[in-house]
């Protein structure tokens, strides 16, 4: 069984859900009197943590579309969302945004703007499947992350949501660790 | 009696731009994207298998442009029997109007062995594995494989099931779509594909023959 037979939706729903449960934990904490909403050191590893699982992530997703622009342009025109013009344009560029989102991230470089892309792909891809689902067009999720045959569905939606609420997680974080950008700043 | 108040005196009212910086995330998102895009461009422009900007969809061949003499395929039950009055439940296509079987629809037309499968998939992919007696049409190059398999399906109302990688695969569709084009009247999708065939443990075959 390969990693990605083994990636099915509501797996990766369930692991986003344990991903954010944590996360909720601490940011209730920090919300406390006692903290007055201060960081504490357990929220800003946690944080850190997310920020280069959400790298990971994208880096992961856009492995296979880089270089298959062809497949992944067909893909896209299957949405039937984007005009004739913009869906080679999309196949092009989406894959590298995600690449170079990924590494901002993962290196800590320019990484709110690495989490702000994050969250505005998670959101782009959430309400894409959400709106050809609604309206009855069948669509391989063409995602990345899951069997390439495998049909999206509403987990896809939660899961592409639940992956936003990690981004906004990490792009609301007011401190990180292993960062590039810190290490810039002294 | 009153609680005691903190001795951590109460931060002043924050501005929406100073609770959470907008402008730096903001310019730092377009620096990426335009980054990003810019080494798309480039990386396209000295790829190998760089694309077009110009968007085309993948035409249906017309198999009746390249008449091909039709000769009975060996081995297969011959012509349409026509004592098949019951089909199993069709799953309604989107919006495309080939009708899609499931995979006991599938099942149940290769137990009767009065269908051709047809697997679209690439021709490695089908040498690795294909649904048992599954002929290989590569749906990205019709052309090629119409000479090896058109003769092979003599009679326009014989029953075909095209499969590629399951869903809504484009490779199984562009074939479906020109067999109708051409005139075969009983052409439909396995929806779920090869995926959901080798899952459920039925007859497969390696290598290039079916």
Known sequence: MTAQNFLT??????????????????????????????????????ETFLRLLCGLLLVYAS?????????????????????????????LVIPWVEFFSGLSLIF???????????????????????????????????????????????????????????????LFSRRTLLSLDLWLKK | MRPKRSPVPSKPLQLPGEIFPWREALRQAWGLFLFA?????????????????????AKPYHLMDHPIVPTPIPGLTGARTPAVPKRPTPIPSASDGVIR???SGAKNRFDKKNCVFLDARKPEEYREGHIAGALNFY??????????????????????????????????????????????????IFAGGWPEWKKAGYPVDPGDNP
């Open chain 1, 9 to 46: 939706d509501p797996i990766l729903c369930l692991l986003g859900l344990l991903l954010l449960a944590p996360w909720a934990w601490l940011q209730y904490q920090a919300t406390r009197p006692k903290l007055r909403g201060e960081e504490t050191p357990g929220k800003t590893l946690y």
């Open chain 1, 63 to 91: 492995r296979d579309k880089i270089g298959n622009a062809a497949e992944f342009s067909q893909m896209i025109h299957n949405y039937q969302l984007l005009t004739p013009f913009l869906t080679p344009l999309a196949a």
């Open chain 1, 108 to 170: 800590g470089f320019r990484s709110r703007g690495g989490a702000l892309l994050f969250c505005a792909l998670m959101g782009l891809y959430a309400l894409a499947i959400a709106f050809d689902l609604s309206r009855g067009v069948d669509i391989n999720c063409g995602c990345g992350l899951t069997d390439p045959a495998e049909l999206a569905t509403w987990w896809s939606v939660l899961r592409d949501l639940l992956f936003l609420g990690a981004g906004l997680a990490v």
């Open chain 2, 37 to 57: 895009s810019i080494f798309a461009v480039i990386f396209n422009a000295f790829y190998v298998d760089g694309i077009e900007l110009k968007f085309k969809p």
């Open chain 2, 101 to 103: 079987v499931g995979l």
């Open chain 2, 139 to 188: 749906g990205n190059e019709l052309d090629r494989f119409a000479p090896q398999v058109i003769p092979q399906l003599t009679d326009k109302g014989q029953e075909i099931i095209v499969y590629c990688h399951g869903g809504d695969c484009d490779l199984s569709l562009l074939v479906a779509k020109s067999l109708i084009e051409s005139g075969y009247t009983r052409v439909e």
